[in-house]
């Protein structure tokens, strides 16, 4: 049985269905990449993974973890998972940490709550929380606040704080966007090392591609609320059969400039025509048909399935790519 | 021929709070004495992390900051010796893109006065008539139509407000545009068609870009040559292909290495260590602490040497 399955999940807010039937699953110890621009709605599958969808959103599916039922269940329900088995590192390490508590009571917090500790037992573990994520007591007291650390410092304690209670899934929602890139890699290295030291699997979420090759085993692509392409991945990148993952790839600066080798700046990046539909519009058959180079007439009448394009890898495509990845 | 730009030993202090009501305030050197040049119709990107006075040195070049010492001289023109009018007559040819389109734009006023508004302020003497000709002209320039003059910024997606943004810098056709971090904010489908359209303007207009980002692939596509920057200091700099082909101060190569790289079977490679923070030896290299190749002679600050033609770096061993 999966750690976490995911079954049809689909969030509608006002009546608008931001997120069609998105199905997975992941293994202990499994890192699960989750690729997408901005309202594809990875976002979204985190908040509902653990359970903090907004107000007035309705969500239909399964999620289950470790077989049992989350969908639904009854806030009581909830707040044994949240933090204490499903942890979540945010985006913005600026908001997420509490400017008028000291690092160590907002790692402290989760033991406390969660595992019951008494106090000094919840500091004796944020302490260690702490030194593992890189911040040593001597250099770092856990008396400090939040306004005396940087970016990648402050990132390191919101990782603490999701590490406290020894979470079985960790959930990181663009952990390094706001950070800079020689940070970026210091950070994303530790949370590949503590998913691997602690068998716990990793959810990355990020619209960057360089980060999902780096850090994970298995990998979705999403598009307008929809998985259009999944498998391990190596076999992804290798092969790129749906024409919005290949876009993405060819748009992105970093591709690019890995193509252009010594040639003299000035070439124009491959672009997507067009915009992400508008949720609230979109179209009937593959959500990608409008902005798709090889769109035909049967991609519009009906949604196309996920189809099997190598072992474990599919694309919810009708004309997928076999040459050669981009 | 006199470079477009010319900065010449820029250095800029800002003062800290004081601790106490009669102590001397103290100082933070946020630029030890930058000097760089950019030809006119040339790129020049400038990159570094948080920090490293990448946006301090933008707000000089614009005549937004004084610098504490040193030249910044666009056409020839000192703009720290000028009088105001004389300044403000020179803004003209220069402008700014900024990183946010959400927050430059003003949520109030429709496009048609958002673009105009240098124009209105720099440019007083130009007519009604000629300043919506103009308007029209720029956001057909930057592939928006004429009917979103009338509309409102919330009106547009994030890549649609960096073309009105555009627009807008392109409004006084200055020769200089300084562009800092201009597509961090936007997905990366639409990063390429701004970029794409910023190539398009600068073969179309003739302009110069000052190119300032964390991200070095961008870089990479747009500018023509690079500087490095490390903690106020250029450590490198030459033209682009080279220094992302045959990078020669390990603060470079380091950046490089870090840039995740979309490719599962080239995983792991050596990764910088610790933050960007003034320390070392007082006079030395400043980024001694964190090299790799750090050895005893780095206690003495290496100067910006030309390694290669047209490449310097500021290491001894490089």
């Not at chain 2, 440019?123 to 003059?149: D, K, Q």
Request: glycine share 10%; hydrophobic share 40%.
């Amino acid at each position: 049985m999966p750690l976490l399955d995911v079954r049809e999940l689909s969030v509608s807010i006002g009546g608008v269905r931001l997120l069609d039937g998105v199905s997975f699953a992941i293994e202990r110890g499994d890192s699960l990449g989750v690729v997408g621009e901005s309202g594809c709605g990875k976002s979204l599958t985190a908040l509902a993974l653990m359970g903090l969808l907004p107000a007035g959103a309705t969500a239909t599916g399964s999620i289950r973890l470790d077989g049992r039922e989350l969908l639904g269940a009854p806030e009581r329900q909830w707040q044994q998972v949240r933090g204490r088995r499903v942890a979540m590192v945010f985006q913005e390490p600026m908001t997420a940490l509490n400017p008028v508590r000291t690092i160590g009571a907002q790692v402290a917090e989760g033991p406390r709550l969660h595992l019951g500790l008494s106090r000094a037992d919840a500091e004796r573990r944020a302490v260690q929380a702490l030194e593992r994520v890189g911040l040593p007591p001597g250099r770092f007291p856990p008396t400090l606040y939040p306004h005396q650390l940087s970016g990648g410092q402050r990132q390191r304690v919101v990782i603490a704080i999701a590490l406290a209670c020894d979470p079985d899934l960790l959930i990181a929602d663009e952990p390094t966007t706001a950070l800079d890139v020689t940070i970026q890699a210091q950070i994303l290295d530790l949370l590949a090392d503590l998913a691997a030291e602690r068998d716990m699997a990793l959810m990355m979420i990020t619209h960057d591609l360089g980060v999902v090759a780096e850090t994970t085993d298995r990998m979705l692509v999403m598009y307008a609320g929809h998985v259009v392409e999944r498998g391990p991945t190596a076999e992804v990148f290798r092969r790129m059969a749906h024409p919005y993952t290949r876009g993405l790839l060819a748009a992105s600066p970093h591709a690019a400039a890995g193509r252009m080798g010594n040639a003299p700046p000035g070439l124009r990046l491959p672009t997507i025509p067009g915009q992400v539909p508008d949720p609230a519009h979109r179209p009937h058959g593959c959500p990608f048909a409008d902005r798709c180079a090889f769109v035909t007439d049967g991609c519009r009448a009906v949604p196309p399935p996920e189809i099997a394009v190598g072992p474990e890898h599919t694309a919810a495509c009708i004309h997928p790519r076999s040459e050669g990845a981009p | 021929m006199t470079p477009l730009l010319e900065v010449t030993d820029l250095k800029r202090d800002y003062a800290l709070p004081r601790r106490r009501l009669f102590e001397r305030p103290g100082s933070v050197r946020a630029l030890h004495g930058v000097s760089f040049a950019v030809a006119a119709g040339e790129s020049f990107g400038i990159v570094g992390e948080s920090g490293c006075g990448k946006s301090t040195l933008a707000r000089a070049v614009l005549a937004l900051e004084h610098p504490t010492s040193g030249t910044v001289r666009l056409l020839g023109h000192d703009l720290s010796t000028l009088r105001p009018r004389a300044l403000k007559a020179m803004r003209r040819h220069m402008s700014m893109v900024f990183q946010d389109p959400y927050g430059s734009l003003d949520p109030r006023h429709r496009i048609a006065r958002i673009v105009a508004e240098p124009m209105a302020s720099l440019m007083p003497e130009v007519g009604r008539a000629e300043r919506a000709e103009r308007v029209r002209e720029a956001l057909s320039e930057v592939g928006l139509g004429a009917a979103a003059a009338g509309r409102y910024p919330h009106e547009f997606s994030g890549g649609q407000r960096q073309r009105v943004a555009i627009a807008r810098a392109l409004i006084t056709r200055p020769e200089l545009v300084v562009a800092d971090e201009p597509v961090s904010a936007l997905d990366v489908s639409v990063q390429a068609q701004v970029l794409n359209l910023m190539l398009d303007l600068r073969e179309r207009l003739g302009l110069s870009y000052l190119f300032i980002s964390h991200d070095l692939s961008v870089v990479r596509c747009v500018t023509d040559r690079v500087a490095v920057m490390y903690l106020g200091r250029i450590v490198e700099t030459g033209p682009t292909a080279e220094i992302f082909a045959r990078p020669r101060h390990p603060y470079t190569q380091a950046l490089l290495d870090a840039v995740p790289c979309p490719d599962p079977l080239r995983r792991g490679h050596r990764h910088a260590r610790g933050e960007p923070a003034p320390g070392g030896s007082p006079g030395g290299c400043p980024y001694a602490p964190r090299c790799p190749r750090a050895a005893p002679a780095c206690a003495q600050a290496p100067a910006l040497l030309e390694k290669a033609p047209g490449q310097a770096a500021a290491c001894h061993f490089a």
